[in-house]
């Protein structure tokens, strides 16, 4: 993962979009752990510890 400067907004809008759309809970917080790894705002461990992995 490399290193890059946090964009709170666009990963804030990402996850408001997710909400709107993802009528599952499960789905929505996989897809929301995506987003969050991503963008480099969790470490791949705790990742695949939200995903199931």
Wanted: hydrophobic content about 40%; some cysteine; proline content about 0%.
């Amino acid at each position: 993962m490399k290193e890059e400067k946090y964009n709170a907004e666009d990963v804030l809008e990402q996850i408001i979009c997710i909400a709107y759309y993802e009528h599952d809970v499960a789905g929505f917080g996989r897809k929301v752990a995506d987003v969050l790894y991503e963008q480099g705002y969790i470490d791949e461990a705790v990742y695949e510890l939200l995903v199931g992995k």
